[in-house]
């Protein structure tokens, strides 16, 4: 399964920002992960496929929305209030576990990843 993430663009503190990864198939999770320069990949949030379970880290909890068009076979990453430490690359990925994990080895394919960038 290929996915492909979109949607990154440069934004002012306080703005907001859809991001998109779009799959060739079905798939059973799907995880948001970011990198800033100089820092390790982290866990942003990430949704089963067919289910209602949602899973966010607790820095985005209130900000960020994951949702999904399983018709489109894509998930979307709805950023709110956006602040300059949510500069980063943002990649989406897909698991074969059960449930949501947060760790990048717990995720076995990538999107190349969008930037996102935002101005204070």
């Known amino acids: 399964v290929q996915l492909q993430a979109s949607g990154g663009g440069l934004v002012q503190a306080g703005g907001s920002l859809r991001l998109s990864c779009v799959a060739s198939?079905?798939?059973?999770?799907m995880g948001w992960f970011r990198q800033a320069p100089g820092k390790e990949r982290e866990f942003v949030g990430g949704t089963s496929w067919g289910g209602a379970d949602t899973r966010y880290a607790d820095f985005v909890k209130g900000r960020f929305t994951i949702s999904r068009d399983n018709a489109k076979n894509t998930v979307y990453l709805q950023m709110n209030n956006l602040k300059p430490e949510d500069t980063a690359v943002y990649y989406c990925?897909?698991?074969?576990?059960?449930?949501?994990?947060?760790?990048?080895?717990?995720?076995?394919?990538w999107g190349q990843g969008t930037q996102v960038t935002v101005s204070s």
């Open positions: 990925a897909a698991s074969n576990y059960a449930y949501i994990p947060a760790l990048t080895t717990q995720y076995n394919n």
């Open positions: 198939g079905r798939i059973f999770i």
